[in-house]
């Protein structure tokens, strides 16, 4: 194995040095949450289409039950955390900015916490083919637990003509407040590097390289430690400086690799995959247990909260539940955010239920989370271009988003924002820059579903009136062939009736020939009277048989 310090790093554009706040919630040792007396499961917990519910209302599930899931490619299916009784499937409050409420499969836990048949471990993954690895990962559930929730599955097949060389692990956790990450790697490194032998083995890479940044010492040493255990070649724990936003994908790959990503790609289009800790966790459990994801560990912290510290709990406890497990509401509590300080949301209700995104509940005082000060007319000081890691123009980007002029701002490379805070942070006119950025996308996403939609109505429309138009020429056609059969029909049967008509009109020029010819005067001089007789007999008889002939003709 490589020396874990001879890794040449490369430094992105921008960033922030920050006040970690970490120290608070690594006080306490991570603990199992308990199970709560209901579990609620929003349908919609990924990118992509939203889970179709496969129970209905009074079934009993059991633990470990695939209770939901989409037919399209990028989805997640959901499975039942515990076993229980479907309480309800309907609208419920979710984790949303604007305090939405979604269609959440709800669970009353029976605390017998039965299994359901779970599907054979992959021990032998090395002898399996490829495309059953991803399968079982897909029918786990996975979906990146760093926060984006885009389903695993779908990044661990980049496609036949796309030569992965790069595996990255991100073990950064660069954001303040968080630590779930930094517990997970200092308490089951082991099955880290389980998950990473797996995705080595799927992805047939070169090399891997495990980014952790240097606040996480504890956790950078078990790394090693469980790669030097496993013997795994090629694989380096590479030690990176704090600094914020070192976690996202691209700058992690960039801090790493030397790399960019390039404007609307993705990592696997220059030979890299990335995946979160956390992740590659859940892979080793799926695959070599037959485990889906059920549990996540989340960071509950601030000074809002009695007794910061890190708690592994099933997906779908309420919010609430787990913030009484941590000791409670302090009377410093201000705000509750989900998510760290710089790209959390903050949540109007603790009833909401965590997901397989929520990494952390941060119970801020004022001082931790104040509200914006006023706004007032951006001077152009530059400090956002000078911060953003994108290397960005979020001055203009502000401007155009303001106008609503959403071609524009596109041209800016909008979708290129990553949404980490730092213009906003850094900004002394105190603009909520982040804000406008997201009404721009969600404004562009919301246009380009109704041009999908009338699309789709226009190729509709188009496709029922040529529909109706063959339907006519069909019909038109039966009528053109019936009728021209009734004309031939029509014709044959005028010949036959002349021929008719012309063989009566012979007929009865015969006949009438016939009887004048029998009333024409005979010459019968000579003839005795008896002799007289005989021919008026005869000729009366000859006449009968003709008369006879006619009537059977």
Request: with cysteine.
């Amino acid at each position: 194995m490589t020396p874990p310090n001879q890794q040449r790093l490369w430094r992105f554009h921008g960033g922030l040095h920050l006040p970690d706040n970490k120290a608070q919630s690594l006080g306490r040792e991570l603990t199992q949450a308990t199970v709560p007396q209901r579990l609620i499961l929003p349908l919609q917990q990924h990118i992509g289409e939203e889970d179709k519910p496969l129970v209905a209302v009074g079934e009993r599930v059991l633990k470990g039950q695939m209770i939901a899931r989409s037919k399209a490619y990028i989805s997640a299916p959901i499975h039942a955390p515990t076993s229980g009784t479907v309480a309800s499937i309907g609208p419920e409050p979710i984790p949303h900015p604007s305090g939405l409420v979604a269609t959440c499969i709800v669970i009353e836990p029976d605390g017998e916490d039965a299994w359901a048949e779970l599907p054979e471990p992959m021990d032998d993954y090395q002898q399996r083919d490829r495309a059953d690895l991803r399968e079982r990962v897909r029918w786990a559930g996975i979906v990146g637990l760093g926060g984006a929730a885009f389903p695993t599955s779908v990044k661990l097949n980049p496609g036949p003509n796309v030569r992965i060389k790069t595996l990255i692990i991100n073990g950064a956790e660069c954001e303040p407040y968080i630590t779930c990450d930094d517990m997970l790697m200092r308490t089951r490194a082991p099955r880290i590097v389980s998950g990473i032998k797996i995705l080595k083995h799927l992805l047939e890479v070169e090399e891997c390289l495990i980014g952790i940044e240097d606040n996480k010492p504890v956790a950078i040493a078990a790394m090693r430690q469980a790669v030097t255990d496993a013997g795994l070649q090629k694989t380096r724990v590479v030690t990176i400086p704090t600094l914020y936003p070192s976690g996202g994908e691209k700058q992690l790959i960039h801090i790493l690799t030397g790399k960019e990503v390039p404007s609307h790609a993705i990592p696997a289009q220059i030979g890299v995959v990335c995946h979160n800790v956390g992740t590659t966790a859940a892979i080793a459990d799926a695959v070599l247990e037959g485990k889906p994801l059920l549990s996540r560990i989340v960071t509950l912290t601030g000074d809002g909260v009695a007794e910061p510290r890190n708690l592994e709990a099933l997906i779908g406890t309420p919010v609430s539940d787990l913030i009484a497990q941590a000791g409670g509401y302090t009377n410093a509590v201000y705000k509750l955010i989900l998510g760290g300080p710089m790209m959390g949301i903050a949540l109007h209700t603790d009833a909401v239920p965590l997901t397989k995104a929520a990494n952390c509940l941060l119970v801020a005082s004022r001082e931790e989370a104040p509200d914006p000060s006023p706004v007032r007319p951006c001077i152009r000081c530059g400090e956002c271009a000078r911060v953003c890691p994108v290397s960005l123009l979020p001055q203009q980007m502000y401007w155009y988003a303001r106008a609503k002029d959403f071609d524009k701002v596109q041209a800016y490379n909008l979708f290129d924002c990553i949404e980490c805070g730092c213009c906003s942070h850094v900004c002394p006119a105190h603009l909520p820059l982040v804000q406008f950025y997201r009404f721009a996308k969600n404004e562009i996403w919301a246009q380009e579903e109704e041009k999908r939609k009338a699309e789709q109505a226009r190729q509709r429309h188009e496709a029922r009136q040529a529909r109706l138009e063959r339907l006519e020429r069909e019909r038109k056609a039966k009528l053109r062939k019936k009728k021209e059969a009734l004309e031939k029909k029509k014709g044959a049967g005028g010949k036959e009736q002349d021929a008719k008509k012309a063989a009566i009109e012979a007929a009865m020029k015969r006949v009438a020939e016939k009887k004048a010819a029998a009333a024409a005067p005979k010459n019968t001089e000579g003839l005795t009277p008896a002799q007289q007789r005989q021919v008026d007999n005869a000729e009366a008889r000859r006449r009968a048989a003709e008369t006879e002939g006619e009537q059977e003709k």
